[in-house]
């Protein structure tokens, strides 16, 4: 969900064995409009393609239909209550339950005060079942800050629980639950919210700055920022950098211990398999601006 800036950046030489390096080569899908959201589930793999119809399904050969969403442009997935599936509609500005056979149940378009939200984008669960939503707002570097997050309870509640976040995008509990962490992409940053009863949130700190964890790379632009944002079962955070071809490990000190490096240079979110942190699924497209927005995914084995 991006417009395009470019701008020139300095090459830079990466030191030898400073961080491990590895590249995702294992290509699952090939053609892909622009996918998004990857969800291991019961042996298969779900993603959205936010330029396609809506949700995906690939059972280890094919990638079939699993839900169709006119005017869509699914963004997201997580797991919900009774088999359920979330699905962000980014475009529709509207957040879809499905059953756990991709029949749609509802859509929710605004929150319980009676406030429509912009551009859902990302999901994230709480242990109690409750899940945090981020809603991006407008997408452009000289337009008023719109992001929020948006918590649902589990007793249906849906509230806003932080404004004014430059592009709220993935987002994740920290590694011992007591803070949410927030990328806020067009500010190239992750932002860090205590965690407090009823899903509730305190005052923002910075958690990490993308500049201060990786160099640039040769190919970056102005919406350079962190897209997916996982804590993955390793105990390390996995940082999709849109538009630098990488995927980030960042451990809980806040410093680089891998980068993925992905054919794709608009890495857009990524979840893991059945094993753990042994496997990656990643999601990118090649050019976000170019219909028909040709994108793929991919699988990273460690």
């Known amino acids: 969900m991006q417009r395009r800036f470019l701008v020139a950046i300095a090459s830079v030489v990466w030191a030898a064995g400073m961080i491990c390096a590895s590249r995702a080569d294992t290509v699952l899908v090939g053609a892909a409009a622009y996918p998004e959201g990857p969800l291991w589930r019961d042996g298969k793999l779900l993603y959205v393609e936010y330029a396609g119809p809506g949700v995906k399904m690939w059972?280890?050969?094919r990638a079939t239909d699993f839900w169709q969403g006119t005017h869509c442009g699914a963004s997201g997935l997580i797991n919900y209550r009774n088999g359920h599936i979330l699905v962000a509609c980014y475009d529709a500005n509207t957040i879809v339950e499905l059953d756990q056979d991709g029949r749609q149940i509802r859509a929710i378009d605004r929150d319980s005060s009676g406030k429509p939200f912009v551009g859902p984008n990302d999901f994230t669960a709480d242990p109690s079942g409750g899940i945090y939503i981020s809603a991006s707002g407008v997408y452009d570097l000289q337009a008023p800050i719109s992001g929020t997050i948006l918590y649902l309870?589990?007793?249906?509640?849906?509230?806003?629980?932080?404004?004014?976040?430059?592009?709220?995008?993935?987002?994740?509990?920290?590694?011992?639950?007591?803070?949410?962490?927030?990328?806020?992409?067009?500010?190239?940053?992750?932002?860090?919210?205590?965690?407090?009863a009823g899903g509730a949130l305190g005052p923002r700190t910075v958690w990490?700055?993308?500049?201060?964890?990786?160099?640039?790379?040769?190919?970056?632009?102005?919406?350079?920022?962190?897209?997916?944002?996982k804590l993955g079962p390793d105990g390390n955070y996995y940082i999709a950098q849109n538009g630098s071809?990488?995927?980030?490990v960042v451990n809980d000190a806040r410093k680089l211990v891998r980068t993925i490096t992905v054919?794709?240079?608009?890495?857009?979110?990524?979840?893991?398999?059945?094993?753990?942190?042994?496997?990656?699924?990643?999601?990118?497209?090649?050019?976000?601006?170019?219909?028909?927005f040709a994108g793929a995914v991919y699988r990273w084995t460690k």
Do not use: C
Not at 208 to 218: E, F
Not at 245 to 248: N, P
Not at 265 to 289: E, S
């Open 153 to 196: 309870s589990t007793a249906g509640s849906l509230v806003e629980v932080a404004d004014l976040i430059h592009y709220s995008n993935g987002l994740t509990l920290s590694k011992d639950g007591q803070h949410l962490l927030v990328s806020e992409m067009l500010a190239g940053r992750i932002l860090s919210f205590p965690v407090q």
């Open 208 to 229: 990490a700055r993308l500049r201060d964890l990786a160099l640039p790379t040769a190919h970056e632009d102005a919406f350079n920022g962190p897209d997916g944002f």
């Open 263 to 292: 054919p794709t240079p608009y890495i857009t979110n990524m979840n893991f398999g059945a094993d753990g942190a042994n496997t990656l699924y990643i999601t990118g497209v090649f050019d976000p601006w170019k219909a028909p």
């Open 59 to 61: 059972d280890g050969k």
């Open 245 to 248: 071809s990488r995927v980030l």
